[in-house]
């Protein structure tokens, strides 16, 4: 359940005025639908995700005219030109056809080679889970594919915590393109044994939500900061995911603490400038969660050109912290355990 029972409503009034005020220019292109609406924000019932940005052609979202301004407004330096042609050339990359002839193995087998084959190219972590409906855009199909194998590459951290800084833009959409490497190669080594894979990959959003597939998939937990804490990353990293029907063995979703820690922790809260992160866990989609509010965070992201101030700024990102927290959190997370079994 949530910590505070109040509607979604109530706490936005009792949240401070924020600092931070976007440009008229931006605000008079926004819709009257609130994006927090369309994401759910307070909905008891279950429901499929909506797409509300990040979606070519602008025409298919009602936000469509704000993402309009933030391509034309783009004044892309060198570097973040260069990081873009990158992905580019990435994503062009071309994808064999499935091999007539499946290579057959035990499930547990596949799983071992498949994490193998992530590892040994660049992934910096790998996780798989049986891939779920409620992960789909509600306007696009749901993929038939069962498996979701799920990519982790972390951030250089030194260039995330200059954020917002046309540096770390270029970081994140390199990290993105690296990821996307990751997805592709595997998904290249999968159809070679004879099996149906796709890659999926960021920042735009397609067709499936990575978050909850990577939280499923053992990768770490939600922070408040509404992206994933890995034990080890923290939140200093990227995604990407293949799907599959090869035959798997599903990780366990791994709890380390990270989500008992947000609960005594402000730190993302402070530091956001417009002020966009809910303090305590609101209804979303039927689930008691984390939640940004859309209708702040993109504003002064789309004037910045970029942001990831919460990421860099939650404890643990900063390299060598998590680990050190997460065995901390060990020991809290089994006190509370022994609490809720003693009654
Ligand atoms: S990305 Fe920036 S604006 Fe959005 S929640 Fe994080 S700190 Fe706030
Ligand atoms: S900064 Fe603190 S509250 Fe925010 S996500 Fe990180 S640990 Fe949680």
Request: charged share 25%; aromatic share 10%.
């Amino acid at each position: 359940m949530p910590q505070d029972e109040t509607t979604a409503t109530e706490q936005r009034h009792r949240h401070r005025e924020p600092p931070y005020q976007p440009r008229p220019e931006q605000m008079k292109l926004w819709p009257e639908i609130s994006g927090n609406d369309i994401n759910g924000l307070g909905d008891r019932d279950a429901r499929r995700p909506r797409v509300i940005f990040w979606r070519r052609p602008s025409e298919s979202i009602t936000h469509g005219q704000v993402q309009e301004f933030f391509w034309s407004t783009a004044r892309n330096p060198p570097v973040v030109d260069a990081a873009w042609e990158r992905r580019l050339q990435t994503l062009a990359l071309p994808m064999p056809d499935v091999a007539p002839r499946k290579t057959e193995r035990t499930p547990g087998e596949w799983a071992e080679l498949v994490k193998k084959a992530a590892l040994d190219g660049e992934a910096d972590d790998v996780g798989i889970c049986a891939y779920k409906e409620e992960w789909t855009y509600d306007d696009r199909p749901v993929p038939k594919l069962k498996w979701a194998i799920v990519f982790a590459v972390s951030h250089d951290y030194d260039t995330l915590k200059k954020a917002p800084h046309e540096t770390t833009y270029a970081e994140v959409i390199d990290q993105y393109t690296r990821s996307a490497r990751v997805s592709k190669h595997v998904t290249t080594w999968i159809r070679n044994q004879g099996w149906e894979a796709e890659a999926k990959t960021g920042p735009l959003a397609e067709d499936i939500l990575m978050i909850p597939t990577a939280i499923a998939a053992g990768l770490g937990e939600l922070g408040k900061h509404g992206s994933m804490i890995h034990r080890k990353f923290g939140a200093n990293f990227r995604l990407s995911v293949t799907l599959t029907d090869l035959p798997l063995v599903p990780d366990q979703p791994g709890v380390f603490g990270a989500n008992l820690f947000c609960e005594s922790c402000q730190v993302c809260v402070n530091e956001c400038p417009p002020d966009a992160i809910f303090p305590t866990r609101q209804w979303v989609r039927g689930e008691p969660k984390w939640y940004v509010d859309f209708d702040r965070c993109l504003p002064y992201f789309i004037e910045n050109q970029t942001c990831g101030i919460c990421l860099a700024a939650c404890p643990w990102s900063r390299p060598g912290v998590a680990q050190n927290l997460a065995r901390k959190m060990a020991r809290r997370l089994k006190k509370v355990a022994g609490e809720t079994e003693a009654g």
